[in-house]
C-alpha cells in the first residue's frame, strides 16, 4: 500500500514537473512574440498556471501540450523558439499560419518528429528550408507564401509518406525541375505548387497521385504538353497552371475528370479545339484565355447547370455560343472577347439576377443585344464592342444602376441615347462611337455625375449639346466627332474642371467659342475644327498648356492671340480667312487696320519704338560680345562649362534671359544636384525668375564635372573611352531636347531653351522648388519639411500618371520614358508633379504593336521582369516602374530595402503580404491615418500591383491607369481593365 502511494506521488511529480517546463516553453514563445498583457486575445497567457487554459492551446489526456493553433491572430515576431517548442513531447500541430512572422526556419524544426500538422503561411519566413526528412508523421504541410530562398529540399520528402496536403507555393526557390519524388506522396489530395520557379516537364507518374483533389502549379515556368495520365486524376475538383508555357492539344481523356468545378489553364500556349471539355459538367469556373484554342464552343457548355465563370478570350474560337450558357446557375461573368464568335448573344446569362460582367468585344456576333439584360441590375460591364450588332439598345441598358462601363463601339446600332442614363450614378465610361445613334444627346446625361469619358463620336446625333453639361465634374474626355450637332458650345463647359480632351470636330457647330474654355486648366486638347464658330479666338485660351489645338475650317475672325501664334499651332487656324496674326509667324495673314487693330499713326509710332529698340538690343549685344570675349581670355571659374567663341541658344517659349545671363551663373555654389550626365544648377535671373540649368558635356568632363556616384550609368561613363563618352552624352542630349522641345503638358517638367558649343551643351528648364518625390518620401530632408498627407501623394499619383499618359497616348508618335522613378517627379510651388528627365526617352514610331528598343535602360528596383528574358522594352515597361512610384507613394518604402529579401524588391514583398484586409491595412504608410484616406491608399495599392505584373500584357495601359486612380477617389467605383482583371483583383483583398 505504502508503494503504491509512493509510485503515485512519484508520478503526480512527474507530471507537475513536466506541466512547469511546458508552460515556460509557452511563455518563451509568448515573449519572442511581444506579446503582452494588453493583446487582444492573450489574457490567459498571463492569468493561467496550466498551459492547457491558455486561448489557442490544446492538452491531451495527460495534461500535455498536443496543439499550438495561433492562426491569424495578428501576432509578430523574428525569432521563434523552435528548439524549445520541438522539445514539446506530444506536440502534433503547431499552426502559425496568417501572421507577421518573418523568423528563419531553423534547423531545430526537425527536432518536432511528433507533428502531424505544421502551417507557418503567409508569413515572412525566409531562408532556406531546412532538410524536413525527420518530420515522418506530417499529414499536413504549408509554408506557402513567404520569403523562402535557396534550393527546396525536394529530396526529403520522400519520407513524408503520410502527408495529405502539401502547400510549397508562392516564394523564391531556386529553380528546379518537376520534382519526381512527389509522385511516391500517394495519399496527397492536395498539392499546391503555384510560384516556386518549377520547369521541365509534368512527368507522366503524375497518374500515381489518384487521390488528388486540388492540384495547382500555375506560375512556373513548366513547358511541354499536358501528360495524358493527368486524365487518371479523376477524384480533381480544381486543376489550375495557368501562366506557364505548356503547348499542344487537351490530351485524350481529359474529360474524364468529371469531378472538375475549377480548371484554369490560361496563357500558355494550349491549341486545338475544346471537345474534350465537353462531359465536365460539374464545371464552376472555366478560364482558358491567352492560349491558341480553335474550333467551336461545344453545345453542352451550354447544359453546364453550376457554370457560374467563363474567361476563353483572346484565343481564336469560332462559331456560335450555346444558347442556354449561363442561365442555369447564379452566373458571375462571361468574357470570350477578341476571338471569331458569331451568331447572337445568349439571351439567359443573368436569369438568376447575379450576373456582373458581360464581355463579349471584338467578335462578329448580330443581331439584337437582348431585352432581358435592361434588367440585370447587378451588371458593371457591358462591352459588347466591334461587332455587327444592330438594332435598338433596349432602353433599361441605360439606366442600370450598378454599370461602369457601357461600351457598344464599332456596330451598327440605331435609335436614340436613352434618357435613363441619367440614373447610371456609377457609370464613369460610355463608349458609342462609329454606329448609328440619332437624335438628341439627352439632357439626362449631366446626372451621370460619375462619367469619366465620353465618345460618341461618328454618329448621327443632331441637336445641341445639353447646356448643363458642366455639372459632369468628373469628366476628362468628351468626343463628339463627326456627328449633325449643331447651336452654342454650352458655356458651362468650363466648369468641367477634370477635362483634358474636347473633341467636337466635324459637326455644325456655331455662335462663338466660349471664353469658359479658358477655365479647364487641364486641357490638353481641343479640336473644334470643321464647324461653323464665328467671332474672335477667346484671349483665354492663351493661359492653357495645350499639345493639341485645332480651329480650322470655322468662320472665325480677328487676331489669333499672341501666345497662339507659334508654330506649334501652324495648321490649327487653316481655312478661317478672316484670320490675322501680329507676330512674326508666317502661317497666317498679318493683321491691317481693317481687322481691328490700331491706326495708322499709332502703328507708325510703335513700328519707330520697335526700330529703336532694335538697335539699342543690338547695341548692347555688341557690348556683352565684347565682355564675354573678355572674359573668355580670363580665368575661368573651374565648375563652368568651357567657353567658347560661338554659342547656339535654340529657344522653345518666349525667354527672358539671353545665355550670358545663364553661362555665368554656371558656379560650384549654383549646384542643386548631379546625374549620370552632369549636373544641375539653380540659376536665379534678373528678372526674379528661377531656372534650372543641367550642364551635359559633349567631350570627356573634368573630374569636378562628373556623374553621381552609385550610378551603374556613372560608372560606365566614368571607364569609357573619350569618343564612347562624347557619344552617349551627345545622344542624352539629343533624346531630352527632342522630346521635352515638343511636348506641352501640365504635367511634364518644362523645357526653356538649349544652349551649345562644341564641348558643353546646356538645358534650360522650369525650376521646381519642392524638389523630387524621393527626396520627400525617404530623406530626412523631406522629413524636416514634413511628411506629405494622403491628399497631396493622391494629387501627385494622379498628375504623374497624366503625364506619363499624354507621352504614351496624347503625342503624335508615342514617347517612352525608360526611367520613370519617384527622383523623376518633380514638384512645384504646391506639390503639382512634373515628369522629367528624359533622357532616356525612346519616340516609338509607327511600326507594329510589339516595336520596342533593346537597350536595357531604367533603375534597380524600377525595371520592370521582362528584362530577366528579353531585352525588349514596351510602354509597359513605363507602367510597371510607375506601379512602383504609386507602391512608394502608398507604403512609404523604398524599393528596394534589406526586409524584402535578398535580391527582393518591393513589387515581390508587396505581393506576399497582400493575402487578407488585415496584412493590406498594414502596409499603408503610418502617416496616412484618416480613415478615408486609408480607403483610397488601398485602391491605388490595387492599381500599383496591375501596373507590376508580371507579363506586360496583363498591365492596364496609362490611359486606364489614369481612370482608375481617378476613380480611386472616395466614394468612387474601382474597376479594372478588362481581360486583365481575373487573375490580379482577388489577390488583394477589400
Known sequence: ?????????????????????????????????????????????????????????????????????LYDRGISGNNIPFDSLCQLPSLTKLSLGSNLLSSPLTADIRNCTSLLYLDLAFNSFSGAVPDLSPLRNLQVLNISSNYFTGPFPWDSLSNLT?????????????????????????????????????????????????????????????????????????KLTQLEFYNNSFTGKLPTGFGNLSELAYFDASMNSLKGDLSEL??????????????????????????????????LYSNRLSGKLPEKIGSWSEFNFIDVSTNFLTGPIPPDMCNKGTMKKLLVLENKFSGEIPASYAKCSTLKRLRVSNNSL?????????????????????????????????????????????????????TEIS?????????????????????????????????????????????????????????????NLSGVIPVSLGRLSRLNSLDLSGNDLSGEIPASLASLKLSFLNLSDNSLAGEVPAALSIDAYSASFSGNPDLCINGNARFLRRCSPSDGGSSDKLRVVLTCLIVGATLLLASLAFLVYLKRRRSYDDARDRSAPKKSDSWDLKSFRILTFDEDEILKSIKQENIIGSGASGKVYRVHLASGKVVAVKHIWNSPAPT????????????????AAPRRLSSMRCREFDAEVGTLSSIRHVNVVKLYCSITSE????????????????????????????????????????????????????C?????????????????????????????????????????????????????????????VTEKSDVYSFGVVLMELVTGRKPIEAEYGENKDIVYWISRMIDSKERVMGLIDRRITKQWALEEAVKVLRVAVLCTARLPAMRPSMRTVVQMLEEAATGRPFAVADGEDEKVEVKLMP
Open 162 to 234: 503520410e502527408l495529405l496536403i502539401l502547400s510549397l507555393g508562392d516564394n523564391g526557390y531556386e529553380r528546379s525541375p518537376f520534382p519526381k519524388v512527389l509522385m511516391k506522396l500517394t495519399k496527397l489530395y492536395w498539392l499546391y505548387l503555384s510560384v516556386t520557379n518549377l520547369e521541365g516537364e509534368i512527368p507522366s507518374s503524375i497518374a500515381n497521385l489518384t487521390k488528388l483533389r486540388d492540384l495547382e502549379f500555375s506560375d512556373n515556368f513548366l513547358s511541354g504538353q499536358i501528360p495524358p495520365e493527368i486524365s487518371k486524376l479523376t
Open 390 to 442: 444592330s438594332g435598338v439598345v433596349p432602353a433599361g441598358i441605360w439606366s442600370l444602376p450598378n454599370v461602369n462601363i457601357i461600351d457598344l463601339a464599332v456596330n451598327g446600332f440605331t435609335g436614340p441615347v436613352g434618357a435613363g442614363i441619367g440614373e447610371a450614378k456609377s457609370l464613369y465610361q460610355l463608349f458609342l462611337a462609329n454606329n448609328h445613334f440619332s437624335g438628341e444627346l439627352p
Open 278 to 311: 465537353r462531359f465536365l459538367k460539374k464545371l464552376v469556373s472555366l478560364q482558358l484565355f491567352y492560349n491558341d484554342f480553335s474550333g467551336e464552343i461545344p453545345a453542352e457548355f451550354g447544359d453546364f447547370r453550376y457554370l457560374v465563370n467563363l474567361s
Open 759 to 810: 564641348d558643353s551643351s546646356l538645358l534650360v528648364y522650369e525650376h521646381l522648388p519642392n524638389g523630387n518625390l524621393w527626396e520627400r518620401l525617404h530623406t530626412t530632408a523631406g522629413d524636416k519639411l514634413g511628411a506629405l498627407d494622403w491628399d497631396t501623394r493622391y494629387e501627385i499619383a494622379v498628375g504623374s500618371a497624366k503625364g506619363l499618359e499624354y507621352l504614351h497616348h496624347g
Open 1 to 69: 500500500m505504502h508503494l503504491l502511494f509512493l509510485l503515485l506521488c512519484l508520478f503526480s511529480g512527474l507530471i507537475e514537473g513536466s506541466t512547469s517546463s511546458e508552460v515556460q516553453i509557452l511563455l518563451d514563445l509568448r515573449n519572442s512574440l511581444g506579446i503582452t498583457n494588453s493583446s487582444q486575445g492573450f489574457g490567459s497567457w498571463f492569468s493561467e498556471n496550466s498551459p492547457c487554459n491558455f486561448s489557442g492551446v490544446l492538452c491531451d489526456s495527460n495534461g500535455s501540450v498536443s496543439e499550438i493553433d
Open 812 to 872: 503624335d508618335r508615342p514617347i517612352l520614358h525608360r526611367d520613370v522613378k519617384s527622383s523623376n517627379i518633380l514638384l512645384d510651388e504646391y506639390f503639382k508633379p512634373r515628369i522629367a528627365d528624359f533622357g532616356l526617352a525612346k519616340i516609338l514610331h509607327s511600326a507594329p504593336r510589339d516595336s520596342s528598343t533593346h537597350v536595357i535602360a531604367g533603375t534597380h528596383g524600377y525595371i520592370a521582369p521582362e528584362y530577366a528574358y528579353t531585352y525588349k
Open 447 to 507: 446626372q451621370a455625375v460619375s462619367l469619366v469619358s465620353i465618345d460618341a463620336s461618328f454618329n448621327e446625333l443632331s441637336g445641341s449639346i445639353p447646356a448643363t453639361i458642366g455639372a459632369l465634374k468628373s469628366v476628362v474626355s468628351i468626343d463628339l466627332e463627326g456627328n449633325s450637332i449643331s447651336g452654342a458650345i454650352p458655356y458651362s463647359i468650363g466648369d468641367c474642371d477634370s477635362l483634358n480632351t474636347i473633341n467636337l470636330a466635324k459637326n
Open 704 to 719: 569636378w564635372a562628373g556623374a553621381g556616384a552609385g550610378s551603374a550609368t556613372s560608372a560606365m561613363l566614368a571607364t
